[in-house]
């Protein structure tokens, strides 16, 4: 088991920032008046998902940060704190900080522990204040908020007719009241012959912001902004109104401005006169009420070094390409039709010509389909620590084995699988295997096995989460399904009582740990992976382990397939549920009680399945020694598939019926051919479900 | 389409016209009906469509539409109106109804008219080929009544089991 630790810490950080990002996006979205409910929860999503990646990981600063924030959202998304313009503005620090935080993980700057344990101090209250504290400040007027504001000097020039006057200085204060508390920290006597005044103004909003608001009020050269002293003197701020009426009240030790320390540096750099370079980024909301909240000096995470060997773009976008790439094939595959037609009147050099094109749509086809495509090992990558820290933790010894990697799935399926499977492996490890000793008891080695593995099958993705622990206790369930009043015979079959497994509120109340996270059960990861189009299955046995299996469907996944006929209809039959292709004599075949048939496949019976009678079609050869058969397996089942011809192979785009239809049962998707036309895909894994079972074809024609 | 997208029977443009809107009148039987044209994205021929096995005759089966796989819905045999012949002048309207893609096969696209909202006027009870759920009025153009379906409701309907339950339209 061999750990890259850059890899995965490298993909928690990508995400992370991701989630960072898009909390921010959210977080200046909010509208204090009216807040979705929708925008508070996606917020709440992203500041979860930081917390269980950066738990996992061991980044327990940032856990921290995170847990604090989330707990502070948990109460803004259920209402019980209303969203003001003080807890965006804690939002928008607590981000701050969170990206500071990666990106010194990344690297970067060092942590500024002063800070983070400030917002965190600052979320802390919040979260623990409720609705008291952030709903009362709501109402209260600018100059006593101090969220997260700090303080700053402002050295003001003075010019003529106000030299040397106090009225000149009062009207400096006055202009700078509007935004915060003032100290004058020119005295009197010094104003007789300054050429300039200083005062200390303690704000909730930052530094850039307070640059922002003086700019409307004089010249940008008759100003600046100057670093407040630093923690250690400390101002008599306990007389402040700021203390007084602030339910954040951190002011009084080392409150020496948060949003300061970078300041004089960044304005330096950043011209006063362009107002633009102050706030760094220009994408920015720059409606009136944003600005309020939404402006923050961004020179902060300028250090972070921009990774340029990948860029990020829209899904849509790539979704696009890989549409006109597939037109662009089918317009080729129709040129070269025409140009076989048209036979040796083309000349040679054009058939050339076209064979080159042939071969770089191709290319560019693989090259585009590839974009959206990423190894599985983004997932399983994680695992490992997840084994190591839930092993130790539990006292517990595993082995964890990882295979297939490099299998390639949906890059939203990778971010969507993520969770469920990491629940199924701490599932594992938490319920499945037993500690060492018990193991040994049962005559099992001492160290547990935990196998996940990817692999692709026909048009999906199977994902097995398999251990050698306990497995699932029949009894127990049965027992709980009882408890909950579901009549569940004692004779059902295996697969009936796991299914149990699977029904919300049935976990055994022995089994929920704090490992297990958040009570999330069984029955989410079956919700998750049925979302994502997939199914799941569940084996296990009594003593020797349980194995848990995702079916997933690679939306955008290239299949090998064979192209077969049924009278004039084409189909797409998975190449990896092929076995064989065969044409029987006429007396292989059998019919057995009921009419079904079997075909004798070398000293086998084989039940056979007509394609035309499940998918009511017109065949061209009723009897199976006329036809062709092929011969399929799923799941451990088998059958020959009865059909009119076979075409060829090839491969294949998967597209989904769903997006603008239905599921069709047997039908696993559909793909389009070269001449334009669409082609379904059989499932195969369907089709042999019913014909097994002999179910009267495929019961969702209604 | 572009040329359909162009108002053909503007009327008063003068006047308001916050109130108008387009809609795209084709004929189903002896009926005609309009739907708003917003929802047409295009309309196109009926060409190579390959059938779904096990679903009902109405449900032509699947098509290409720039390699979106887009289901074909014959709203003649659905209706049991006109003559389900597919030929060069077959018609098919290409709906876009939030998420989802649907052509539909109507008997032919007659006109893209102009209304005002108080011009479409509440239906009574009467026998269209469709249930009045799916009307949202009646209005005159000329001599010709013409039936205002809110198409949307009609697709998503599960009267047409086109989709699934779980994915809303929107």
Known sequence: MSLDIGRFHQVFIDEAIEHINALEALALKLDPEKPQAEELNAIFRAAHSIKGGAATFGFEGLAQLTHALETVLDQVRKQAMAVTGDLIKLLLSATDCLRAHVASLQGGQPIDQDIEAKVLGQLQRAGGAEDGGCARTGAVPAQTHAANGGSCIVVVKLEAPELGSPEGMLRIEQALSGLGAVERLTSADELAHAMEVRMRLTSSISAAEVQESLAFVWSNDRFRIELDAPPGAPADYSSKPIVATASFAELEGDDAGFFVENLPASLERAKPNDPLALTGRRSYDFRPEAAQFGRRQVDRYVAIPMDTSSIRVGVEKVDRLVNLVGELVIAQAMLVQSSAHAGTELSESVSSNLGQLDRNIRELHEAVMSIRMLPISYVFSRFPRVVRDLADKLGKRVELVLEGEETELDKGLIEKVTDPLTHLVRNSIDHGIELPAQREAAGKPPIGALRVRALHQGGNVVIEVSDDGAGFDRARLLEKARGHGLAISEASSDEDVWQLAFLPGLSTAERITEVSGRGVGMDVVKRNVEQLGGRLSLRSAAGQGTTVTIHLPLTLAILDGMLINVGAHTYVIPLTHILENLQPSADAVKTVGGGGKVVRVREEFIPLIALHDVLNLAPRFEQPHEAMLVLCESNGQRAALQVDELVGQGQFVIKSLEQNFRKIAGIAGATILGDGRVALILDVAALLRAGQRSEPALSTAQ | ?170
């Open chain 2, 1 to 170: 389409m572009q040329a359909i997208a162009q108002p053909s029977t503007q009327r008063e443009s003068g006047l308001d016209q916050a109130d108008l809107r387009q809609y795209l009148s084709f004929a189903l039987g002896k009926e005609a009906y309009a739907i708003d044209i917003l929802k047409v994205q295009e309309i196109r021929g009926y060409e190579a469509v390959t059938p779904i096995a096990n679903t009902p005759a109405y449900i032509k089966g699947v098509t290409n539409l720039r390699g979106n796989i887009v289901p074909i819905v014959d709203l003649r045999l659905k209706f049991n109106v006109g003559e389900a012949s597919y030929n060069e002048f077959t018609v098919v309207i290409i709906l876009s109804l939030g998420v989802r893609v649907v052509g539909i096969v109507v008997d032919s696209v007659s006109d893209v008219i102009m209304l005002r909202d108080q011009e479409v006027r509440p239906a009574p009870q009467f026998s269209a080929v469709f249930d009045t759920r799916y009307v949202s009025g009646l209005a005159t153009v000329g001599e010709q009544m013409l039936i205002v379906v809110d198409i949307d409701q009609l697709i998503r309907s599960s009267d047409l089991m086109l989709f699934d339950d779980t994915r809303e339209l929107v």
